[in-house]
Structures are given as C-alpha cells and as structure tokens.
C-alpha cells in the first residue's frame, strides 16, 4: 500500500582505489559516467517503489570496475538511448560505438545539440544531412564536419545560409569568397569577423556587412574604415560604430551628430 513503509537496503562501507586492487577513478571520472551512461539510463525516482537508492548498485559496480560500469547503457538497448539524447544530445558522448554510427541516433542527437556532431561516427559527419541539421542548431559544429564538407563551395554556401556562424569553419579559401561571406553576413551580420582579411578589403561586402550591423565596421581594413560612405552606413545602422572611426573623421560635427542621434551611447566616442 501507499503507507507500507519499506526498509531502506543497507550498503556496507566499500574501500576503493590500488591499496585494495580496484582501479583508481577520478572526479572527473565520476562525473563522465554521471553525464554519459548514467544520463542514458536515467530514471527519475518512483516514491511508491524506490527508496532513493535505484542507482546505488549502478554506481557501486562503476566505483568497482569502471570499464565495465561504464558500459552498461549497451545492455539497456537502443530506445533508452535515443530517449537520452533526445533529451540532451551531448549524451552521444556515452552512447556506444556501433550507436554512433546509426543515422538516426546521430540526427536526434545534433538537433538536440549541435556540437554532439563531434561526437558522431566520421562517416555521419561527413553526412550532408546531419551536419546541415547540426549547423541549423548551433552554426560552430560545421568545426566538427569532414573537412571535404568545409572545402565545397556549395555545401559551405547552404550551411552559412543555415547559420552564419558556420563560416568561422569553412576552408580559409571560402572565408575569402565574396558569395560565401555575403551570405554568412545576410544569415548572421556578426559572422564578418570570421571573413578572411583578403575580403575585409572589398568594398562592396564592407558596405553591406555595415549597412547589416554597423560595428562591423571595427572588422573592415583601415583604409576602409577611413571611406566615408562607408563610415556614414555604419553610423546610420549603430550610432556606437562611431568607436571604430579615425580620430580625423570623428572632428566632423555632423558626422558625430548623426551617430548620437542614432545612439546616445556614442557620445562617449
């Protein structure tokens, strides 16, 4: 019944580390088993069934042999994995390997978690799917796709177009490519700092990546940052871009004028 009161199990007192034969396990072990096999497996407690110690024997047997606590997930089967890592999907991390490999526990994964793609099987990060899925989540995992991905101007096209973010990863001569760097800036106006310093120089993609945020004028090279119409599309967008002028231009009345009307901030400049 509701009201039986159940017996708490008794643990005795167990001695690890070499002094008794069992293998040294650190903190930082500890705590990878709690987020890897232990999150896979996790199950909240059952007040009318558990006492608050349904891990305990889990746990005991890691603190033993952790090679072998560590690999228990494997006998719980697929489903409890896919479940973990829809929860959260850095949970890969502890999903075995043949797991790692399957197509559709990766996807679930790096939908969750984007950077979870680091911890995919090489041949799903090379995936195209995958890996647009990874980038749509958090545009840094393209750092973790096959390198052949990074150096194809179209896949890298489709996945700044997902996030902006990605073109930190492309190959260094993607980051220099006008189209590539035009459409990272139009997904996410801040992915100009990851521009090569060859495009910096570009007229057109400077005035663009400032009309789309103005601070980015501080990326441009000098002799942009000393154009004027360069200058005031950056002032119009951020007032505070301002900072980022040549202290010659910042004498002009009207150009400091417009950047406080635009942000009060600016005075400051």
């Known amino acids: 019944s509701v009201n039986e009161v159940r017996p708490v199990s008794q643990h005795g007192r167990v001695e690890l580390g070499a002094r008794v034969g069992l293998p040294q396990v650190t903190v930082g072990d500890l705590c990878k088993w709690i987020q ?31 090679l072998i606590g560590a690999d228990f997930q494997v006998r719980r089967g697929r489903e409890a994995v896919l479940s973990a890592i829809r929860a959260n999907g850095a949970n890969l991390q502890g999903a075995p390997e043949h797991l790692r490999q399957d197509r559709e526990v990766v996807l679930a994964a790096v ?5 979870a793609l680091q911890f995919a099987d090489e041949s799903l990060q090379a995936d195209r799917d995958v890996v647009i899925a990874a980038v749509r989540q958090d545009g840094f995992a393209f750092r973790y796709a096959a390198q052949q991905l990074r150096q194809d101007k179209d896949f890298v096209l489709a996945a700044v177009q997902t996030s902006g973010f990605a073109l930190r990863y492309a190959c260094e001569n993607l980051r220099k490519s006008k189209d590539v760097v035009l459409a990272a800036v139009h997904t996410h106006p801040a992915a100009f700092e990851f521009a090569s310093e060859d495009i910096r120089q570009n007229m057109a993609v400077v005035l663009r990546a400032v009309q789309l945020d103005g601070r980015n004028l501080g990326m441009a090279s000098e002799a942009l940052r000393k154009e004027p119409e360069v200058v005031r599309a950056a002032i119009a967008q951020h007032g505070c871009a301002l900072r980022f002028v040549p202290e010659k231009l910042r004498k002009d009345r009207a150009l400091v004028l417009a950047a406080v009307l635009q942000n009060g901030l600016a005075l400051q400049f």
């Open 36 to 66: 890897g096999p232990l999150a896979i497996n996790w199950r909240p407690m059952n007040p009318l069934r558990s006492n608050s110690q349904h891990f305990a024997i889990d746990l005991l047997s890691f603190l033993k042999c952790p």
């Open 111 to 115: 939908k969750q978690c984007g950077l």
